[in-house]
Nanobody, 115 residues
Framework: QVQLVESGGGLVQAGGSLRLSCAASGNIFGLNTMGWYRQAPGNQRELVAMVPRGGSTKYADSVKGRFTISRDNAKNTVYLEMNSLKPEDTAVYYC?????????WGQGTQVTVSS
């Protein structure tokens, strides 16, 4: 079993910042790409950012220049630093991890940006 535990969501005013964390544990031998997705009400889940274990990062166009993804391989943890937040960033943010070609999801953390 693989467990992903997220933290760091909350309510923030437009222009503010939040930092999300996601720690992977359990049977995570072969842990590869980790990333963040989000889903707003009525919308499909979409990629926000991802970082392979040894590769380059990838961002959605809508967050480039504002969000930064990073990971600590020693802690099996991925972070999402979100700056200059906009109301349209409001969504449930989900951590994702690929372990031996299988995808696992966290429970989600709510991010709400007020105007």
């Amino acid at each position: 079993q693989v467990q992903l535990v997220e933290s760091g969501g909350g309510l923030v005013q437009a222009g503010g910042s939040l930092r999300l964390s996601c720690a992977a544990s359990g049977n995570i031998f072969g842990l590869n790409t980790m990333g963040w997705y989000r889903q707003a009400p009525g919308n499909q889940r979409e990629l926000v950012a991802m970082v392979p274990r040894g590769g380059s990062t990838k961002y959605a166009d809508s967050v480039k220049g504002r969000f930064t993804i990073s990971r600590d391989n020693a802690k099996n943890t991925v972070y999402l630093e979100m700056n200059s937040l906009k109301p349209e960033d409001t969504a449930v943010y989900y951590c994702n991890a690929e372990v031996r070609y299988l995808n696992y999801w966290g429970q989600g953390t709510q991010v709400t940006v007020s105007s």
